[in-house]
C-alpha cells in the first residue's frame, strides 16, 4: 500500500545530482512521504488526482538536493581574529601555531566554556550554515584534547543534531595538535588517544568516523596509522588531514586504511591520488582555508579527474583558518580558484559529499528512496548558484520533507 503523500512539489526544474553533467530537468515534481522521496518525474507524467497534505508550486525554480558540509569544526569557543592580523603582518600559519597559538589558542578557549556556553556559540554558526541551504553536516572535536574536553565537543555536537533540522555525523579528532600537558610527548598523547579518548567515545556512541592531522606540525604518520588501526578495531571509518602544508604521504595511508576522505591535499602525489583512486577515498576540497591562508600550490585537480577520484566540497568552518558558515561561497572559490566546474562543485557539496560521510545510500541525490532534503533557488541552473560571490538565492530549504524557516 502506498503511503499517503506528505508533500508535493509541483513545476521544479530539478538536478537530481545522479549524474555528472548535472543536467536540469523540464519541468517536473517530487512527492514525498514520511520525509523520503516517493517519486520523481516530469508534470506530464502527474496524475492529475495526485494530492498531499502540502503541495508547492515552485514556479520553475531549481531544485537540488540539500547540501552537505562535509568537513567542518563547528564546535569551539572564541575566534582568532588577533592571529589573521598576526598573518597580514607577515607571520606564518606554522610561525603562530609554534609560539602558542593556533590550535592552541582555541584549545584554552574551548576548555573553558562549559557545554551549555559551547552549544550556544556553536548553535549559531550551524543556523549560519542552514540559512545558506546546508541540510547535513559534520562537525569534528579537535578543541579539547583531552578525554573530558573532547568528549564535551562530541555530546554538543550530537546536541545540535537533537535541537536542529539538519543531520549531524560526529568525527572525533583528537590527534589534532598536542595539547600543551604532552609538550615533548607525543607518543604519550597517542597512547592517551588509543587507550582511553576514543574507546570511551566509543563506548558513549558519540563518534561516527576518526580523523587525524598528519603534517608538519601535526602527527607523524606512524603516530596515524597507530590512531587508524585503533579505530579499525573499534569498528570506526577514517578520514585524514591530509597533504595539506606538505607531502606526509598522508592520503596512500589515508587509503590503506579506506578511509572515507582525504581532505585539502594541497601537497598530495599521482601515487597518493592512485591510492585514493583504488581505495574508493573521497578527495575533499577546502577553498576557504587555502584562500583565508593565502596558500600558493593548488590541490592537483585534473591528477584527482584523471584518476577518477570523486572531490567534495567543504567550509572546513573553523576559528583559525576558515572562519566561514557559507558554503555556497566555497563553490565559487572552489571554481574560482580550484577551477571546478559548476557540475562539479555542485556534486562536491552533494553526491560526492554525502558518500564522503558514508551518506550516499540515503543522502546526495533527489531519487526515490532518499531523504527528502531538498533546497529550492531562485535559479535557473547550477551556474548561477556558483558564480555570484556570496550569493545565496536560496528560496526554501527542506530536511526530512519538511519546510524549515531561513
Not at 552537505?68 to 607571520?91: S, W
Not at 549531524?168 to 589534532?176: D, F, I, N, P, S
Not at 533527489?366 to 533557488?377: N, S, V
Request: proline share 5%; with cysteine; hydrophobic share 45%.
Amino acid at each position: 500500500m502506498t503511503p499517503p503523500l506528505d508533500l508535493l512539489l509541483r513545476n521544479v526544474r530539478i538536478v537530481t545530482g545522479a549524474d555528472d553533467a548535472c543536467a536540469v530537468s523540464p519541468p517536473s515534481f517530487v512527492a514525498v512521504a514520511r520525509g523520503r522521496i516517493a517519486r520523481v518525474g516530469t508534470m506530464q507524467t502527474l496524475d492529475a488526482g495526485v494530492a498531499a497534505h502540502d503541495e508547492i508550486d515552485g514556479g520553475g525554480a531549481l531544485l537540488t538536493p540539500g547540501l552537505i558540509d562535509c568537513h567542518t569544526h563547528l564546535v569551539y569557543a572564541g575566534d582568532r581574529a588577533r592571529e589573521f592580523e598576526q598573518r597580514l603582518q607577515g607571520a606564518s600559519y606554522e610561525d603562530i601555531a609554534r609560539a602558542g597559538g593556533g590550535i592552541r589558542s582555541t584549545l584554552r578557549l574551548t576548555r573553558e566554556a562549559d557545554e551549555a556556553e559551547l552549544l550556544r556559540q556553536s548553535a549559531q554558526r550551524l543556523q549560519e550554515l542552514m540559512r545558506h541551504g546546508v541540510t547535513t553536516v559534520e562537525i569534528k572535536s579537535g578543541y579539547g584534547l583531552s578525554l573530558e574536553h573532547e568528549l564535551k565537543c562530541l555530546r554538543v555536537a550530537r546536541a545540535l543534531g537533537e535541537q536542529a533540522a539538519v543531520d549531524v555525523r560526529t568525527t572525533l579528532l583528537a590527534a589534532h595538535a598536542l595539547p600543551p600537558e604532552f609538550e615533548g610527548r607525543a607518543n604519550d598523547y597517542i597512547d592517551e588517544i588509543v587507550d582511553r579518548i576514543l574507546p570511551e567515545a566509543v563506548r558513549l556512541g558519540l563518534a561516527d568516523a576518526v580523523d587525524g592531522f598528519c603534517d608538519t606540525i601535526g602527527f607523524t604518520l606512524a603516530q596515524t596509522r597507530r590512531v587508524f588501526e585503533a579505530a579499525r578495531a573499534l569498528g570506526l571509518p577514517v578520514k585524514l588531514h591530509a597533504e595539506q602544508l606538505s607531502n606526509q604521504h598522508g592520503a596512500a595511508l589515508a587509503a590503506q586504511f579506506r578511509a572515507l576522505s582525504a581532505d585539502h591535499l594541497e601537497h598530495v602525489d599521482e601515487p597518493g591520488v592512485q591510492a585514493m583512486a583504488r581505495a574508493g577515498t573521497v578527495a575533499v576540497l577546502l577553498p576557504g582555508a587555502y584562500y583565508f591562508l593565502r596558500d600558493t600550490t593548488l590541490p592537483p585537480v585534473d591528477l584527482l579527474r584523471r584518476h577518477g577520484v570523486p572531490m567534495a566540497v567543504a567550509t572546513d568552518c573553523n576559528p583559525g583558518t576558515s572562519p566561514t558558515t557559507h558554503l555556497p561561497l566555497m563553490l565559487n572559490m572552489a571554481c574560482t580558484l580550484f577551477r571546478l566546474t559548476p557540475a562539479e562543485a555542485l556534486l562536491g557539496v552533494t553526491r560526492h559529499a554525502a558518500r564522503a560521510l558514508s551518506l550516499h545510500a540515503t543522502h546526495g541525490t533527489i531519487e526515490p528512496g532518499k531523504w527528502a532534503d531538498l533546497c529550492l533557488w531562485d535559479a535557473e541552473a547550477p551556474a548561477q548558484l556558483v558564480y555570484a560571490i556570496g550569493a545565496s538565492p536560496l528560496r526554501r530549504r527542506f530536511h526530512h520533507g519538511l519546510e524549515q524557516p531561513g
